[in-house]
């Protein structure tokens, strides 16, 4: 069973910047980042594969970036310019075939791996 450990989740101010760092005992295929705030669905927010594809959800476009280390099995988000509406749990994830792009709950729908979660405030 692959594990997923997310890292560096906090508050920040508005225009502040994180970086949120997963750790994963073996890579799937295509390993992302997932979040979701109180009372919405659960939105794909960035990805990268093994192929060297990446993909950003638009609303993060120009603020957001993901990385992928092979040889440290890690996965970080680099998070710009946050706003409010970034405010969610975000998730670590990995499946062996593609992340989709929404799920209803992270943390148990429709991907192979998960990880427990890691909060982001900003205000």
């Known amino acids: 069973q692959v594990q997923l450990v997310e890292s560096g989740g906090g508050s920040v101010q508005v225009g502040g910047s994180l970086t949120l760092s997963c750790v994963a005992s073996?890579?799937?295929?295509?390993m992302g980042w997932y979040r979701q705030a109180p009372g919405k669905g659960c939105e794909l927010v960035a990805s990268?594969?093994?192929?060297?594809?990446?993909y950003l959800r638009d609303s993060v476009k120009g603020r957001f970036s993901i990385s992928r280390a092979n040889i440290r099995q890690t996965v970080d988000l680099q998070m710009n310019n946050l706003k409010p509406e970034d405010t969610a749990v975000y998730f670590c994830?990995?499946?062996?075939?593609?992340?989709?792009?929404?799920?209803?709950?992270?943390?148990?729908?429709?991907?192979?791996?998960w990880g427990r979660g890691t909060q982001v405030t900003v205000s």
């Open positions: 994830a990995g499946d062996l075939i593609r992340l989709v792009p929404s799920v209803a709950f992270c943390g148990r729908d429709y991907v192979d791996y």
């Open positions: 990268t594969n093994t192929n060297g594809d990446n």
């Open positions: 073996e890579f799937a295929f295509d």
